[in-house]
């Protein structure tokens, strides 16, 4: 069976320090990967999504970045944190149809 | 520009009644719709979908409708139980679920028992 592996789980962080959040999925090649972010009193926020190795679209301009290095694992960083970009992230992945959801990071910005 | 609407942010429903959920969507391309139920502090849980082939999903408590040509699709839960009490988020997607999910802002479903 597939799982979703996401950490930390929660995580505060001072401005101007990086970030460096990772995302492991199990039981299943190439999928799509996406990193979710919901803000307080906002809906789902599509920030990445990946086809691919290597493969990286942006959805929305802003301070974040990711990476995919391998087919299975997903990297959302940032070299400086904004007081924005407090948030609860989430990663994901599909194969066609339904995605399926990590446990999320409680990211504060302090 | 969001694609997917959930106009009501919130919803109070009795215990044993029925909870019907909308969302609306402005991009012709959809052709295939999920519904999540995300608690506080977890990732969001798939709950249901539909392909535009479609107007109804029915499993179990919960059924899914779609109307395309009003761009509209609802979550019936029948009957509502406390343990239903979370966000509910819609979804769409491009390519029959093959292309990127854009989601709903989200409405808060809460259960009076």
């Known amino acids: 069976s597939q799982t979703i592996h996401q950490w930390p789980a929660t995580l505060v962080q001072p401005v101007g320090s990086p970030l460096s959040l990772e995302c492991t999925v199990e039981g299943t090649s190439n999928p799509n990967l996406y990193w979710y972010r919901q803000a307080a009193g906002r809906g789902l926020q599509l920030l990445f999504y990946?086809?691919?190795?290597?493969?990286i679209s942006s959805e929305v301009p802003q301070n974040l970045s990711a990476s995919r290095p391998q087919d299975r694992q997903f990297i959302l960083s940032s070299k400086k944190l904004l007081l924005s970009d407090s948030g609860f992230y989430l990663c994901?992945?599909?194969?066609?149809?339904?995605?399926?959801f990590g446990q999320g990071t409680r990211l504060t910005v302090v | 520009d969001q694609q997917v609407k959930q106009n009501s942010p919130s919803l109070s429903v009795q215990e044993g009644r029925i909870s019907i959920l909308n969302c609306d969507y402005t991009n012709s391309m959809f052709d295939y719709f999920l519904w999540y139920k995300k608690y506080p502090a977890e990732g969001p849980t798939f709950l249901i979908s539909?392909?535009?082939?479609?107007d109804k999903n029915e499993d179990g408590r919960f059924t899914v409708f779609l109307n395309k040509s009003a761009k509209h699709l609802s979550l019936h839960i029948v009957p509502s139980q406390p343990g239903d009490s979370a966000v509910y988020f819609c979804a769409a997607s491009e390519n029959f679920g093959n292309e990127k999910l854009t989601f709903g802002t989200g409405t808060r479903l809460t259960i009076i028992p």
């Open positions: 539909i392909s535009s082939i479609k």
């Open positions: 994901a992945w599909s194969v066609g149809g339904e995605a399926f």
């Open positions: 990946s086809v691919g190795i290597g493969q």
